[in-house]
């Protein structure tokens, strides 16, 4: 059973655009949501992290949204550039575990010229 | 920053026989590292949790004695895939955390097993 539930599969997006991608989580012991950016046959890179106690957090192009009481959060990449190209998954994971993350399914960004 | 690696990044294998995954903190001590897998187009999965000097803890599901998980220093976990068979082909993905107070966590690269 996914403990984080991922959507969309996939995404299409041009170059400039703005891609959204969005998390839901049911479990309120997790209190540290990371994005993660996986190239093919690399291993995952950390892009962006929140806690609950902020409801956005901005580090360049990218933006992670929280809603807590809805327990679901989103990744945005402003101004979407063929690089972005990639699979990116949300995660979870809890204080007394820390590192050992739930990860979504994941989601394949393709920006177009 | 810091690196985790992974070694080999690839390997092939006949059914039957035995491969070792490393995975190495290069400039930080992890008193945990974490093993995941990974099919194509799919998510990770976590398979144990490898604490330096113990045992290591399994998700549920995943076969102790098929996947050996052996952490004996700071630096270095390994994984052990026993009689592979063609099943066990996938990507397996190490993380490890830092120690220190920042306690970031660290993926490797990767590793692609393939058994014929």
């Known amino acids: 059973q996914q403990q984080v539930k991922q959507s969309p599969q996939s995404l299409i997006v041009q170059k400039g655009g703005i891609s959204i991608i969005n998390c839901a989580y049911e479990n309120t012991a997790f209190d540290y949501f990371p994005w993660y950016q996986q190239f093919p046959g690399k291993g995952p890179a950390l892009l962006i992290a929140?806690?609950?106690?902020?409801s956005e957090k901005k580090e360049g192009r990218f933006t992670i949204s929280f809603n807590k009481s809805a327990k679901q959060f989103s990744l945005h990449i402003m101004d979407s550039q063929p690089g972005d190209s990639a699979t990116y998954f949300c995660a979870a994971s809890m204080a007394d575990s820390w590192g050992k993350f739930q990860f979504g399914a994941g989601t394949q960004v393709v920006v177009t010229p | 920053g810091a690196v985790v690696s992974q070694h080999p990044s690839r390997v092939i294998c006949k059914s039957g026989t035995s491969v070792k995954i490393e995975c190495r903190s290069l400039?930080?001590?992890?008193?945990?590292m974490f093993w995941y897998r990974q099919f194509p187009k799919q998510s990770l999965m976590l398979m144990a949790t490898s604490n330096e000097g113990s045992k290591a803890t399994y998700e549920q599901g995943v076969e102790k004695d098929k996947f050996l998980i052996n952490h004996a220093s700071l630096t270095l976990s390994t994984l052990t895939v026993t009689s592979a068979h063609p099943e066990d082909s996938s990507f397996y993905i190490c993380?490890?955390?830092?120690?220190?107070?920042?306690?970031?966590?660290?993926f490797g690269e990767g590793s692609r097993l393939t058994v014929l």
């Open positions: 929140i806690r609950p106690d902020v």
């Open positions: 993380s490890a955390r830092d120690r220190s107070n920042t306690g970031e966590l660290f």
């Open positions: 400039d930080f001590q992890a008193t945990t």
